[in-house]
């Protein structure tokens, strides 16, 4: 039901009358602190923090090229390492409101005391990227993960940025999903171009 919720919401966006004439950046670099990590491990839940870093870099009009790398400590010395290297295509509706679709390959570890396990997924995303003032943007992605090993889970992306000047933001970020929940602040940088005047 949260998850409808959310989706209603980002949906929901998609009827703000456009506020300002910024263009969108893809184009960025990040770093984040992952302030809660949440894994559903069956028998067990897991929490923990990490740190992550990202980026992407506009290869041709509409289509970017990106990857992100999470590092967390989990409960009973449990660590995990998530990689995901991809791109995605862009499109704009209105001069604030992009559609954005991602394509990624995922590779995730997880190792304890006891052993470790890996497993890679492909990932396909779609969602919004929307200019609600001079200073702040939202994203909202709908993400969907098939792992090699038979499980699959869908999430919900959010992130919201407020812009200090055109190229560097901070950002909050809630990764939404059945089995892992994600909580994050980082900051961002974006390059060759304007996106929050």
Known sequence: MKLWTLTGTAAALLTLPALSQAEFNYTTAEANYLLDVEIDGGLANVDGDGLGVGGSFEVAESFFIGGSYEDFDLDFNINGDWLEI????????????????????????????????????????????????????????????????????????????????????????????????????????????????
């Open 86 to 197: 991809g791109g995605g295509y862009f499109h704009e509706l209105n001069p604030d409101l992009d559609f954005v679709a991602t394509l990624n390959f995922v590779d995730v570890e997880i190792s304890s005391d006891f052993g470790s396990a890996e497993d890679d997924a492909i990932a396909l995303g779609g969602g919004i990227r929307t200019q609600l003032s001079d200073s702040i943007q939202v994203d909202a992605m709908l993400e969907y993960y098939s792992f090699d090993e038979g499980d699959s889970d869908t999430s919900l992306d959010l992130r919201g940025r407020w812009y200090i000047n055109p190229e560097f933001a901070v950002q909050l970020r809630m990764n939404l999903g059945a089995d892992i929940e994600t909580i994050a602040i980082g900051v961002r940088g974006e390059f060759g171009g304007s996106t929050a005047e």
